[in-house]
């Protein structure tokens, strides 16, 4: 299941189209998985792969990408710039629960 998800910031009005280039980085990451049968090693595999992805939010912060297993997080630290805080904007994949 792919989430997609931003806390409350006081600078709404970039959100939509940030949500957007979060998303286009998470699509790359899920048609790497399909191409290749793993998920990308790190963020530069991605834009190897694919270097229309997006690299850096309206802000200027980097797209920073985590895997783990079959699941992967891409992340902005947001208008603030700082990880962990309530504006980060993140899609996650979560892999389904087992049968």
């Known amino acids: 299941m792919l989430l997609l998800g931003c806390e409350q910031t006081s600078d709404t ?3 939509p189209e940030q949500a957007q280039r979060v998303t ?8 790497f998985r399909k ?4 998920l990308p090693e790190s963020m530069d595999e991605i834009l190897e ?6 690299r850096i939010d309206h ?3 980097e797209f920073q990408y985590e895997f ?3 699941e992967f997080t891409v992340y902005s630290a947001g208008p603030d710039k700082q ?3 309530e504006d ?3 899609a996650e994949l979560e892999s389904p629960p087992s049968e």
């Open 13 to 15: 009005s970039e959100m």
């Open 24 to 31: 286009r980085v998470a699509y790359v990451v899920l048609l």
């Open 35 to 38: 191409e290749h049968g793993r």
């Open 49 to 54: 792969y694919d270097d229309s992805t997006p």
């Open 59 to 61: 802000w200027g912060n």
């Open 68 to 70: 783990e297993g079959d």
């Open 83 to 85: 990880v962990g805080t």
């Open 88 to 90: 980060d904007l993140r």
